[in-house]
């Protein structure tokens, strides 16, 4: 009689890589939120409006917090859309159970955005990508991208280029699409600092 030990494709087991990590936070520094009203799928939006994003993250240590609301967007004239200020944004933190920096870079951030002014109104929905929170010392991406997509190439001009730590995301509504969602986010801790160190001198070098 055999006895069999199956362990699953989804999560890695953790390296001794990843085992050098005490822990890793994934924090938001600016975001910011269009919306084109002309789109008869999302009711209208005002100026004075107070959007809220509530963000999910299924990969946390504490599940507690695996949903954390972003309050207090609002709108600034001079960029023409929604933001959030930093003490906001200062308290969303997530902290992955997983420790492993090429599997996070494949995890996402659910957002839900309504308008709390009008009774949380539903405003959509958008997914938030974690691909550009590592610095490429840490995380091989052009690897990655190979890895997920075989036909891809620097020259596919369907891909929209982001800078280290930035996302640039669509907001649908059944399946419209109504407006964007971009900022930066980041990925903090001793090791991942200072391999983010390492990768700006390396770029000036």
Request: charged share 25%.
């Amino acid at each position: 009689m055999s006895t069999f030990k199956f362990v699953p494709n989804s999560l890695p087991r953790h390296t001794k890589k990843a085992k050098k990590f005490e822990t890793i936070e994934i924090g938001f520094y600016e975001m910011r939120a269009y919306f084109d009203d002309t789109k008869g799928s999302i009711s209208s939006i005002d100026d004075d409006d107070e959007i809220i994003c509530n963000l999910y993250y299924p990969y946390c240590q504490n599940q507690a917090n695996t949903v954390q609301r972003l309050e207090g967007g609002y709108f600034d004239e001079q960029q023409h859309c929604f933001m959030w200020k930093l003490n906001a944004l200062d308290k969303v933190k997530f902290v992955p159970y997983i420790l492993n920096p090429e599997f996070i870079a494949t995890t996402h951030v659910f957002v839900h955005i309504v308008n709390a002014s009008k009774s949380n109104s539903l405003m959509g929905h958008s997914v938030i990508s974690l691909f550009n929170v590592f610095p490429s010392t840490l995380v091989n991406r052009e690897k990655l991208r190979t890895k997920y997509n075989k036909s891809f190439t620097d020259e596919d001009g369907r891909r929209r280029k982001v800078n280290d730590r930035e996302f640039s995301s669509a907001v649908t509504v059944h399946g419209m699409h109504v407006g964007e969602i971009k900022g930066f986010i980041h990925a903090q801790s001793e090791l991942v600092e200072k391999h983010r160190k390492i990768s700006m001198k390396q770029r000036y070098t």
